[in-house]
């Protein structure tokens, strides 16, 4: 009688298995065990819900004028819940609309940023030599221009609307991102299975789409969290200076500008998006120092 014997998994093979499939799932699982982390995504899910689903389901629109409620403060009975503005505009509607413009520009442009950032960072460093010489000199130049004054420059000269205002934000906001990727590219590049695709004949476009960039995500998910908020902040102080979002649309940078004329006569104006802005700041930060710790090799 013979025994059927299963075919054993050497340990670097089992340990090989076992990492490949719970990198991510340990990851994923110790960022819920983050009590700030997980807190953070209740809240900045439940405010985005609310600035999708509540525009919908209330009955004064974004941008019609209650004359008879002209810089009202918060009145329950009256269906003003956070009070009117100087126009007489809802302004829970409005700051639900306004949250919507902001993630969506924070969003958009992160993606913009994202996209040239990864890829340059990764042709740069796997590259090196003068092509990694060339393409990080350009970059310094970059760098060297004053932030504000070059999104500012674009946005005038392209005009001024929500599309452009994702790409002005974004086209200077991927020069971190790029170097990032590039640092995880020159290190990559040297490693094993790296030079094992190369022997194979694979094509340097396929080891930087297949091997380089999927190999660099982690830093750059932590990075992307710590941008959202950044680039929100940006559009704010843009909108603040008449330079964002135009009328009637609106968003929470514009919000503030205009809470910010009647600070003393209706603090209600600056004090719930102001409020709300910092609550959406915070979660982003938080979020972001919860993935930086999942995704940290040293605590594994």
């Known amino acids: 009688m013979t025994d059927s014997i299963a075919p054993d998994l050497t340990p670097t093979q089992e340990t090989e298995e076992v990492a490949g499939k719970s990198l991510w799932v340990d990851a994923l699982g110790r960022l819920f065990k983050n009590s700030a982390a997980l807190t953070s995504m209740i809240i900045l899910t439940s405010i985005t819900l609310a600035a999708l689903l509540g525009p919908l389901i209330s009955s004064h629109p974004f941008d019609e004028v209650y004359w008879d ?28 609309y306004g949250i919507q413009i902001s993630l969506l520009v924070g969003v958009c442009a992160t993606t913009v940023s994202l996209l040239i950032g990864v890829i340059y960072g990764a042709i740069s460093g796997y590259m090196g030599g003068r092509t990694d010489n060339f393409m990080m000199r350009f970059v310094d130049i970059l760098y060297s221009m004053p932030f504000m004054f070059f999104v500012i420059l674009l946005m005038v000269y392209f005009g001024r609307n929500i599309i452009l205002i994702f790409v002005a934000l974004g086209a200077v906001e991927w020069l971190t991102m790029a170097r990032i990727v590039r640092g995880q590219a020159l290190t990559l590049k040297g490693r094993e299975f790296v030079d094992a695709a190369r022997a194979m004949g694979m094509t340097t476009p396929g080891i930087i789409r297949r091997h380089i960039i999927p190999n660099s995500l982690g830093p750059v998910v932590v990075y992307v969290t710590l941008t959202i908020p950044q680039v929100i902040l940006v559009e704010s102080f843009l909108s603040f200076l008449g330079l964002g979002v135009q009328e009637p649309m609106t968003s929470l940078g514009v919000l503030i500008s205009e809470g910010a004329k009647q600070m003393e006569s209706a603090p209600w104006m600056l004090l719930f998006p102001a409020t709300i802005l910092a609550v959406i700041l915070f979660c982003f930060n938080f979020i972001g120092d919860g993935l930086r710790d999942a995704l940290d090799p040293r605590d594994r």
């Open 69 to 96: 409620f002209i810089q009202a403060p918060p009145d329950f009975a009256a269906g003003h819940i956070f009070g009117t503005d100087s126009n007489g505009r809802d302004l829970f509607v409005r700051t639900l």
